[in-house]
């Protein structure tokens, strides 16, 4: 399985999916077409998650995305729920900017809703 890099633009978050067990995501995302630019990050998931590492890292580190994101990035994370079933290990760190109320309460509102333990990173 070969590693996944999207690299940002002003719309879009770098993406870096690593067979080793790294998952990033990071910038903002506002697409007009949340479809078409995760399509390629679902496809990679769906493999992944055939034979995963035996730990994976999800970092999630957005500045801000929109509701249509959000879709996908529920989708994302509830696909690596997963791992788990494999005897596998997932740790989700979601960052956020110091003050950033609204990034850090979406976390939290999708470790609840996705029964996940999130690991909250503050950056200065």
Not at 6 to 28: A, F, Q, V, Y
Not at 88 to 107: H, P, Q, S, T
Request: charged share 30%.
């Amino acid at each position: 399985m070969d590693q996944l890099f999207i690299e940002s633009t002003k719309n879009s978050p770098e993406i870096s999916l690593n067979p080793s067990g790294s998952i990033k995501l990071k910038g903002r995302s506002i697409h007009e077409n949340v479809h078409e630019f995760y399509k390629s990050m679902l496809a990679w998931i769906e493999e992944y998650i055939k034979e995963p590492a035996d730990t994976t890292f999800v970092d999630v580190q957005l500045e801000y995305f929109n509701s249509a994101s959000a879709k996908y990035i529920v989708m994302l994370l509830q696909k690596l729920k997963d791992v788990k079933l494999k005897d596998k290990k997932y740790y989700v760190n979601w960052f956020y900017e110091a003050g950033d109320e609204d990034i850090l309460e979406r976390g939290e509102y999708f470790a609840s809703v996705l029964d996940m333990d999130f690991n909250f990173v503050e950056m200065s």
